[in-house]
């Protein structure tokens, strides 16, 4: 995977996962206005972006690929972030190495598996070639919040994304149910979704909150499935809370 990593070396990790048909720069307006100092590591995911030209195959795949990065940037502990995709993949972090996961951001993750998932990824393999076409590209961007300034960002990622990498991750969004170890809390939690998101995503982040004891769930008015890039201000103040709280040992 692509990472760029920014901060001083000594800040605090702070690992930014990406949500599908994005890639990192999605992230770039809640970094500019954090107020903590941190080691910002932040990866274009498989299929995605600058790692385009590798499919994504499984969130199994990809968590092990994160393991990896966390094991060498960040041993002691990152306090992770993930928005859609990257907050499902958050979840399994945390689920699985809590070692490597002093704090976890869950905002707008699925978490209710589908019962006809198989048909809607079908359908959705079928349009794929829509994603390159700019006029709907541009329609899908105001969905997520992108702005004008990253417009150019978002245009060039959709062009890339191959129908591979679109119907594996969407499959994988779609089928995704918290694991065991989510319901173990070795480490804090935050779960967030707009109030203006689907009843789904609201009733997800519900679910999430209800399996992790001791996890926070935060229900944000005015917010649609995109608070990264439609609220950063926002989506900073509750990274610095948590950058903020002592790292645990």
Same mark, same amino acid.
């Given at each position: 995977?692509?990472?760029?990593?920014?901060?001083?070396?000594?800040?605090?990790?702070?690992?930014?996962?990406?949500?599908?048909?994005?890639? +990192?720069?999605?992230? %770039?307006?809640? !970094?500019? /206005?954090?107020?903590? $100092?941190?080691?910002?590591?932040? $990866?274009?995911?498989?299929?995605?972006?600058?790692?385009?030209?590798? =499919? &994504?195959?499984?969130?199994? @795949?990809?968590?092990?690929?994160?393991?990896?990065? !966390? @094991?060498?940037?960040?041993?002691?502990?990152?306090?992770?972030?993930?928005? #859609?995709?990257?907050?499902?993949?958050?979840?399994?972090?945390? #689920?699985?190495?809590?070692?490597?996961?002093?704090?976890?951001?869950?905002?707008?993750? %699925?978490? *209710? $598996?589908?019962?006809?998932? +198989?048909?809607?990824?079908?359908?959705? +393999?079928?349009?794929?070639?829509?994603?390159?076409?700019?006029?709907?590209?541009?329609?899908?961007? *105001? @969905?997520?919040?992108? $702005?004008?300034?990253?417009?150019?960002? &978002?245009? @060039? =990622?959709?062009?890339?994304?191959?129908?591979?990498?679109?119907?594996?991750?969407?499959?994988?969004?779609?089928?995704?149910?918290?694991?065991?170890?989510?319901?173990?809390?070795?480490?804090?939690?935050?779960?967030?979704?707009?109030?203006?998101?689907?009843?789904?995503?609201?009733?997800?982040?519900?679910?999430? %909150?209800?399996? /992790?004891?001791? #996890?926070?769930?935060?229900? !944000?008015? +005015?917010?649609?499935?995109?608070?990264?890039? %439609?609220?950063?201000?926002?989506?900073?103040?509750?990274?610095?809370?948590?950058?903020?709280?002592?790292?645990?040992?």
């Amino acid at each position: 995977m692509h990472l760029e990593t920014s901060g001083p070396s000594d800040g605090r990790p702070l690992l930014l996962l990406h949500g599908g048909g994005v890639s +990192g720069w999605m992230w %770039q307006p809640t !970094l500019e /206005r954090l107020r903590a $100092p941190v080691r910002a590591l932040v $990866p274009d995911l498989p299929g995605h972006g600058r790692s385009a030209s590798d =499919d &994504y195959r499984s969130h199994r @795949e990809t968590v092990d690929a994160l393991v990896l990065l !966390l @094991e060498q940037h960040a041993p002691s502990g990152a306090v992770v972030a993930g928005f #859609s995709l990257g907050a499902q993949l958050a979840v399994l972090l945390a #689920s699985e190495r809590p070692d490597l996961v002093a704090d976890v951001v869950v905002v707008s993750a %699925q978490a *209710k $598996p589908l019962a006809l998932a +198989g048909p809607t990824v079908a359908m959705l +393999g079928a349009a794929a070639p829509l994603a390159r076409w700019p006029r709907f590209a541009r329609l899908q961007a *105001k @969905e997520l919040f992108v $702005p004008e300034s990253l417009l150019p960002a &978002y245009l @060039e =990622d959709s062009s890339r994304i191959s129908r591979a990498t679109l119907v594996t991750s969407v499959g994988e969004n779609l089928r995704f149910a918290p694991p065991a170890g989510w319901a173990v809390p070795r480490s804090p939690a935050l779960v967030v979704a707009g109030a203006r998101e689907r009843a789904l995503m609201r009733d997800s982040a519900r679910i999430l %909150q209800a399996a /992790r004891p001791g #996890s926070e769930l935060r229900i !944000l008015e +005015g917010v649609g499935h995109g608070l990264p890039l %439609q609220r950063p201000a926002l989506m900073a103040v509750m990274l610095d809370e948590r950058l903020r709280a002592p790292a645990a040992g």
